[in-house]
């Protein structure tokens, strides 16, 4: 599973809110859909991301199949301090994915 | 037991149920359950939550969805959460995003699968623990998640 992470303004001012966006290659599987010989495939959706900003966390989702294959998600931080932002993800058979991009922040 | 009596009861109880339904789906579904364990029976308030979904959407895998609180999101005052709901998904509790005072803007951006045209609410949660609401109807051509392709 990979993912890809736009934080724009790069860099941004202190005390500026920045936008985040992630986009994460995976299938999100219904389960309602089935294979050429009949049988349901199994339910994959990732069921919760979480984003770390230096440690703290600053965004969180539960997601489900209603949410679009290669899930796209945008959102907001204020931008206190350089350092990382760090994506995990856990979907519904157990499979964990990590991410993370640098944030730089100048005076 | 006085049958037809017990009917008539009967029949007035649901048809109390179905209008005090109906009323409550006027303001987004208080009796909901899905939307009442996420409320607790607090009133949901029309208004501060702005949800933007295309009028008409060719393919419903993947529509655009954009979620706006107003709101000043300050260590004091800011959005705890934002629910996505469907009304014709099979899963109908969508999403839900949890931000907090370090969010700076109440704004969710993504992409969601439609199971046909239907009516989307969006129920934000704000730190001083009232509930507002706002929804979006989207015609679409091409269902997903249902085909069996």
Known sequence: ?107 | MNQPGRRRFVAGLAGAIALVSRAARAQTDQLDPMVWVFTRGVPVQKGRVKLELPLLADNGNSVPLTVTVDSPMSATDYVKSIHLFSEKNPVRDMARFYLGPRGGRAKVVTRVRLAGTQTVTAIAALSDGSFWWDSAHVQVTLSACMDES
């Not at chain 1, 005390?15 to 309602?32: A, F, P, R």
């Not at chain 1, 899930?71 to 499979?95: K, N, R």
Request: charged residues 25%.
């Open chain 1, 1 to 107: 599973m990979s993912a890809r992470i736009r934080v724009v303004p790069a860099p941004a001012k202190r005390g500026e809110v920045v936008e985040v966006s992630i986009l994460i290659q995976h299938d999100m599987e219904t389960g309602y859909r089935r294979d050429d010989e009949g049988r349901v495939i199994p339910r994959d959706c990732i069921n919760l991301l979480t984003c770390r900003y230096n440690g703290v966390e600053v965004f969180r989702a539960d997601l489900s199949s209603g949410i679009s294959a290669n899930p796209y998600l945008q959102f907001y931080t204020v931008a206190v301090a350089s350092g990382e932002l760090e994506f995990s993800w856990i979907d519904d058979l157990s499979v964990q994915g990590a991410a993370r991009a640098g944030i730089a922040v100048s005076e």
